[in-house]
């Protein structure tokens, strides 16, 4: 079978025979009969989550034909079309906007290969499924789709899950998170960098800008311990102070400081109370890590190991929610029953932070950046909102990218960070400063896509697993078609969620 490279969520749309409604016909809805007298029955593909460009795929395409949909009159988020198919069970999916994608609302299974497909039964004879919200829903047969249907498909989405089994999944979510140990965490192979304290400054943010990591623990070596963690955060820090009357040491000093002058004055200017570094063991519980990285408000944490008899620690690995995330999804891929609040639409639910219209009266709202603003207003944004990344829109205010506190140390490279230029340095240019720096080689281009996009209607399973892959933090939630962004889902905004 065609492998799709990742198990997709959200996406295959509702089947079914005869008409209803306006149709756009295709070569694909052909004789009902071929030349050797086999049954051909007329079946219809509907998706109803919005899209620039939706497709079909599936084992009567052998898996490498797409046959193209086509917009529903009246309904800029409904697409179609209708293939002759064989009798039996078939399996299918969409290509929407490139992406793979499966649809929660109807029959879905796991193949061989982990991958996950709509499927359906395909009959001689019609077999009427009822919308989604129905009881008498009949999963994988054929049905006869019009115009009050895919209307009613959109406005009521999927099934709604009750109090007691929304309260059900995340119990037994929970309940998974503390009988599991910080070691299934570990990768089989890996690294970790560690950074010496006596470290320049310039040199050890540059050091993770060419790891493409976000942040580092500290080793003294005077100590033998490590005694706390560089991050994205103190670079901007530094900027922000450099040339001000505050500043700790002046711009020309950023090639000879260490880490651990600059620690230490920034503490005494601050008033900053002395904190011993948090970290986690092997042994602590998932649900241990979870709690300790949502209070202390950080990205990461340590795993140390203490040998007996030894005093300096080894350290394992660096734990982050997205990890443990990871562990959820292996955990719960082939019981979904157990979670029935994963197959809930993220519009219904009450998580992420959205723009005003869409966010909850009270709660927080989004802040975007636009691509012409200056860097530095994106900075103080950033350590305002106390938020990782924000999204970018350009003047029609269409999503074009995020700016994250990591891509800040791509301005250690060179002498980019300098005051005057950073006073003067858009957004949009400091992203193609990272860029074109990514292009020669460095930077961490390696570790995927710099964003990725969701929409109100997929589901939260789709989102957790879009979350678990590496080095993803965020889902940008954007308008199905133009482009609009609509929210932001974080991995602290999941966690919050499944354990509040």
């Known amino acids: 079978?065609?492998?799709?490279?990742?198990?997709?969520?959200?996406?295959?749309?509702?089947?079914?025979?005869?008409?209803?409604?306006?149709?756009?016909?295709?070569?694909?809805?052909?004789?009902?009969?071929?030349?050797?007298?086999?049954?051909?029955?007329?079946?219809?593909?509907?998706?109803?989550?919005?899209?620039?460009?939706?497709?079909?795929?599936?084992?009567?395409?052998?898996?490498?034909?797409?046959?193209?949909?086509?917009?529903?009159?009246?309904s800029s988020s409904v697409f179609q079309v209708i293939c002759s198919l064989s009798p039996g069970y078939h399996q299918y999916k969409f290509i929407v906007d490139g992406e793979w994608r499966h649809d929660e609302q109807?029959?879905?299974?796991?193949?061989?290969?982990?991958?996950?497909?709509n499927w359906l039964l395909v009959t001689k004879q019609p077999h009427h499924i009822l919308p989604p919200n129905s009881d008498a829903i009949v999963l994988g047969a054929t049905m006869d789709v019009d115009h009050d249907m895919l209307h009613h498909v959109v406005k009521s989405g999927a099934t709604v899950v009750t109090a007691a089994e929304a309260e059900a999944s995340k119990k037994n979510i929970a309940d998974f998170l503390?009988?599991?140990?910080?070691?299934?965490?570990?990768?089989?192979?890996?690294?970790?960098?560690?950074?010496?304290?006596?470290?320049?400054v310039k040199q050890a943010f540059h050091a993770l800008y060419e790891q493409g990591i976000p942040a580092a623990p500290l080793w003294d070596s005077a100590s033998q311990q490590f005694v706390g963690m560089l991050t994205a955060s103190d670079f901007i820090t530094i900027l922000q102070q450099l040339g001000s009357n505050g500043a700790v040491f002046p711009e020309e000093e950023l090639e000879t400081h260490t880490i651990a002058e600059w620690k230490e004055e920034k503490k005494g200017l601050v008033n900053m109370t002395q904190h011993s570094l948090v970290s986690v063991g092997p042994d602590d519980t998932l649900r241990h890590v979870v709690d300790e990285l949502?209070?202390?408000?950080?990205?990461?944490?340590?795993?140390?190991?203490?040998?007996?008899?030894?005093?300096?620690?080894?350290?394992?690995?660096?734990?982050?929610?997205?990890?443990?995330?990871k562990c959820i999804c292996r955990h719960f891929?082939?019981?979904?029953?157990?979670v029935p609040l994963l197959s809930q639409p993220i519009g219904t639910l009450c998580l992420g932070t959205w723009v005003p219209g869409i966010a909850e009266p009270g709660?927080?709202?989004?802040?975007?950046?636009?691509?012409?603003?200056?860097?530095?207003?994106?900075?103080?944004?950033?350590?305002?909102?106390?938020?990782?990344?924000?999204?970018?829109?350009?003047e029609n205010s269409v999503?074009?990218?995020?700016?994250?506190?990591?891509?800040?140390?791509?301005?250690?490279?060179?002498?980019?960070?300098?005051?005057?230029?950073?006073?003067?340095?858009?957004?949009?240019?400091?992203?193609?400063?990272?860029?074109?720096?990514?292009?020669?080689?460095s930077g961490s281009s390696s570790s995927g896509s710099r964003y990725m996009m969701c929409l109100r209607s997929d589901s939260l399973r789709y989102v957790i697993e879009r979350l678990a892959l590496p080095g993803v933090r965020r889902l940008i939630c954007i308008e199905a078609g133009s482009r609009q962004v609509e929210g932001i889902i974080t991995l602290r905004d999941i966690f919050h969620f499944l354990l509040a």
């Open 178 to 200: 503390l009988r599991h140990p910080v070691y299934e965490l570990l990768p089989e192979s890996g690294k970790v960098v560690a950074l010496d304290v006596t470290l320049p």
């Open 106 to 117: 109807q029959a879905h299974m796991v193949d061989t290969n982990g991958n996950v497909n």
């Open 399 to 441: 999503f074009q990218d995020v700016y994250a506190r990591r891509d800040i140390t791509a301005l250690a490279r060179d002498h980019t960070h300098t005051l005057p230029q950073l006073n003067n340095l858009t957004i949009n240019q400091a992203l193609q400063i990272g860029a074109a720096q990514d292009w020669t080689g």
């Open 333 to 338: 891929r082939h019981v979904p029953a157990s």
């Open 1 to 74: 079978m065609f492998g799709e490279g990742s198990s997709s969520g959200a996406g295959a749309a509702t089947a079914g025979v005869g008409g209803g409604g306006t149709t756009t016909t295709t070569a694909a809805a052909a004789a009902a009969t071929t030349t050797t007298g086999l049954l051909l029955v007329p079946t219809r593909f509907v998706w109803p989550h919005g899209g620039r460009r939706v497709y079909l795929c599936g084992d009567f395409t052998r898996w490498q034909e797409t046959l193209p949909l086509s917009p529903v009159e009246g």
């Open 363 to 394: 709660s927080r709202t989004l802040r975007i950046l636009r691509q012409d603003e200056h860097l530095s207003h994106a900075l103080a944004v950033l350590l305002e909102a106390r938020v990782s990344a924000l999204p970018i829109v350009d």
């Open 294 to 325: 949502l209070s202390r408000d950080v990205a990461q944490l340590p795993v140390l190991h203490y040998p007996a008899h030894a005093l300096v620690p080894e350290l394992l690995h660096l734990a982050c929610l997205s990890g443990v995330l």
